[in-house]
């Protein structure tokens, strides 16, 4: 059987990542050394090991997804699935997106075979947007979250499909092509290998995923390391004492959700407990952004497509959000 060769610099990634964690292990236990700054490195490594154990499991079946993708499905096959028509594309895609169990950890490589397999970019950032957001698996855990009130689960999916389509079109009005960076390198299946036997299929697709995985799983960590930083020395006390207003408390909430980097089918969880300190429109301000954006998923982003491009998306998603459920607000 073919032996699996990882490039040397992945090996040398890992050793390191594995030298850092060891080492934070090592001076979290020196408590009587380091009394002043234990907590806070305690809080940072429990933060950091809670979001990476959390995002690994959908990352690995976003991968073996990506790698089906890569295998199995071709360019005529793209070719026959998406309408020509834009606004059909982006309709078609939030709804694949919709009925996808998939979680912003892992929807990253998906997306990432599909428009190298053809998917425009503009119908690739629907599916991408709605995926982790009003998924069946979500909607039903934010039933369950908010006391099984059908209210906030309903808005949550309606306005989250509405402004997945919106921020899907204006993608397909100024941005064309892949948006790949010129360091991503993506190869189709060649035509003889289509022809090739099931097992033997089955095999490069694992051979995909564990490419996929050693390619984006350094990303993740870096995102989770992040957002772990960011939870343990930003005051969150202090972001929540800025909303007193409709205006700001749906930024603070969408602050909050950039930050915090939660699971999509955990989030409402946490949306619901600040039930009593914001309105439902901040409420679905967290809700619907986290999701489709958040600091972990921005930095997986940034490793696949330009960085222009990931910096116009983010801002748009955060636009649109705003706007929305500001102009929402007197009906919700």
Not at 259 to 283: K, M, Q, R, V, W
Request: with cysteine; net charge positive; hydrophobic share 60%.
């Amino acid at each position: 059987m073919e032996r699996l060769h990882f490039p040397k610099y992945l090996l040398n990634f890992w050793l390191v990542f594995i030298f850092i964690i060891s080492l934070l292990s090592v001076l979290l236990l020196n408590f009587s050394a380091l009394k002043s700054f234990s907590s806070s490195l305690l809080s940072l490594h429990t933060i950091f090991l809670s979001i990476l154990i959390e995002a690994l499991p959908f990352v690995l079946i976003g991968i073996l997804i990506a790698g089906f993708i890569q295998i199995f499905i071709t360019e005529e096959h793209i070719e026959r699935w998406i309408p020509k028509n834009t606004l059909l594309a982006v309709v078609m895609s939030c709804f694949v997106g919709a009925l996808f169990p998939a979680c912003e950890c892992g929807i990253v490589p998906i997306v990432r075979r599909l428009i190298a397999k053809g998917v425009p970019i503009h119908a690739a950032i629907g599916f991408m947007l709605t995926g982790p957001l009003i998924n069946p698996i979500v909607i039903l855990s934010t039933y369950m979250a908010f006391g099984n009130n059908l209210k906030i689960a309903s808005l949550r999916m309606l306005i989250g499909f509405v402004i997945a389509i919106v921020v899907a079109l204006f993608v397909s009005l100024f941005f064309k092509g892949s948006q790949f960076k010129s360091s991503v390198a993506l190869q189709s299946v060649a035509k003889d290998e289509q022809q090739t036997a099931f097992m033997t299929k089955l095999i490069n697709t694992c051979k995909h995923a564990v490419d996929e995985f050693f390619d984006v799983g350094k990303y993740l960590i870096i995102g989770a390391l992040l957002a772990a930083f960011v939870q343990t020395y930003v005051s969150t006390k202090a972001l929540v004492e800025i909303g007193d207003g409709i205006s700001s408390s749906i930024l603070v909430m969408m602050g909050l959700a950039f930050i915090l980097s939660l699971c999509s089918e955990a989030d409402a969880f946490i949306g619901a407990s600040f039930s009593s300190l914001f309105s439902t429109p901040s409420i679905l301000a967290f809700l619907i952004f986290g999701p489709m954006i958040d600091l972990k998923n921005t930095i997986m982003l940034i490793s696949v497509f330009r960085l222009k491009f990931v910096l116009w998306l983010v801002a748009l998603v955060a636009i649109v959000v705003y706007v929305s459920l500001f102009i929402l607000s007197p009906y919700l």
